[in-house]
């Protein structure tokens, strides 16, 4: 049985191979990698492994970044979900993040925020996690904007390989009582 989650405009489901030419679309635009530290890729090969990476993180965790594919159009827009960090990122590991990537005509249409508020009920009431966490570097207005609207609140500041970076958290408790 195939995993998804639909949201009124959205369809997100786990990514598949046979999506590396919209992912390396994602990957491969200088705008959309301008704040993840990583230059954009150049060949297909590189979002291929990026999506075996993925795929054995659903194995070994249960859970990873999802396609989003915009119904209207039934493409591939980017890229949302929830991630179990097992890797170190500012002092943490073992928690899960929130995080999100959108191709630029996909841009400011709500559809991180929509993606994300469906991620977040899945993680807070259907994994029962207590807390979610996320990073946004200093100077991408536009993720800290969604970021807030989500209801995330800034805790700390760090610097990353790629400059002044944020630390968010929210808890399941302050998610329920957002105003729709």
């Keep these: 049985m195939e995993k998804y989650i639909e949201t009124p405009r959205l369809l997100l489901r786990e990514i598949v191979p046979e ?35 993925v795929r054995s993180q659903y194995r070994e965790n249960g859970i990873g970044r999802w396609a989003v594919i915009e119904k209207k159009s039934g493409l591939l827009i980017g890229w949302s979900g929830l991630k ?18 959108f191709l630029p005509e996909f841009w400011g249409k709500g559809y991180a925020t929509e993606a994300g508020k469906a991620w977040l009920d899945y993680g807070f009431n259907n994994m029962k996690i207590p807390f979610v966490y996320a990073v946004s570097h200093s100077e991408n ?11 995330f609140i800034k805790t700390e500041e760090f610097f ?9 958290v929210l808890n399941k408790e302050d998610f329920n009582n957002l105003t729709p």
């Design 160 to 168: 990353d390989h790629d400059g002044l970076c944020y630390w968010y």
């Design 84 to 101: 179990f960090l097992t890797e170190e990122i500012n002092g943490y590991k073992n928690v899960y993040e929130i995080g999100y990537r």
């Design 19 to 53: 999506d590396v030419g919209r992912m390396f679309l994602l990957d491969s635009n200088a705008d959309v990698m301008k704040y993840i530290g990583v230059a954009p890729f150049t060949a297909h090969q590189q979002s291929e492994e990026v999506i075996k990476k």
């Design 141 to 151: 207005q536009s993720s800290i904007h969604t970021l807030e609207k989500l209801g």
